[in-house]
């Protein structure tokens, strides 16, 4: 991973999602580009490691993560999070409460990200009046994400929990390799390959 000054560019997303909730100033606008810095991290690379702590809050400007868990008993991997440019990014957990992460992040093409870090995130809760509303709603959104997936699991099939995620979030489908998206909707990737081609 690595970490480097910041373009303007690269806080522009971030502050475009902060002004639908409410319009900064110029003063709010270079607080948050004082707040945050760039990190560019390669395909496959780990952003957070489960069982370490957590250092930073990520947003995604470009390319595509995912959340994954090592089964206790098993082994495996198990992807319990798609995550998409335009989005935050950490394990929540380890985050606000300074404990090791329960997951693992890690990217699923090059990214480019800015990060922040525990102190800087807090203060912008007492500076920038839209921050905590902005960030309340993408917690919000991963627990009513969560709780839909595990109902999902439960009240659909394999092929209309792929539907689902086709309709809701083409760009995963389209930009997520295939072994990752059968991990998240709980296939086989050559059941989900099945499912595919069946759809052509």
């Not at 991290?41 to 400007?61: A, D, M, T």
């Not at 394999?158 to 539907?163: F, L």
Request: hydrophobic share 35%; proline share 4%; with cysteine.
């Amino acid at each position: 991973m690595t970490a480097g000054m910041t373009l303007a560019d690269d806080y522009q997303l971030l502050i475009r999602e902060l002004a639908t909730f409410k319009s900064l100033s110029e003063e709010e606008e270079e607080l948050i580009k004082c707040s945050f810095n760039r990190v560019e991290v390669s395909k496959n690379e780990l952003l957070i490691r489960q069982g370490e702590l957590v250092n930073h809050l990520y947003f995604v400007n470009s390319g595509y993560l995912r959340a994954f868990h090592i089964g206790m008993n098993t082994g495996e991997e198990y992807t319990i999070s798609l995550i998409p440019p335009g989005k935050m990014v950490s394990s929540y957990e380890g985050f606000q409460k300074g404990v090791k992460a329960p997951e693992s992040i890690q990217a699923l093409s090059a990214c480019e990200l800015i990060q922040i870090s525990k102190r800087d995130y807090d203060a912008l809760y007492e500076r920038i009046k839209s921050w905590p509303e902005f960030c309340n709603s993408f917690y919000e959104e991963i627990i009513l994400s969560s709780g839909e997936r595990l109902l999902d699991m439960q009240r659909l099939s394999a092929r209309d929990r792929y539907e689902k995620l086709v309709r809701k979030n083409p760009d995963l489908a389209m930009n997520i390799p295939v072994k990752y998206l059968a991990s998240y909707i709980g296939v086989q990737p050559q059941s989900l390959s099945r499912i595919r081609a069946q759809r052509k």
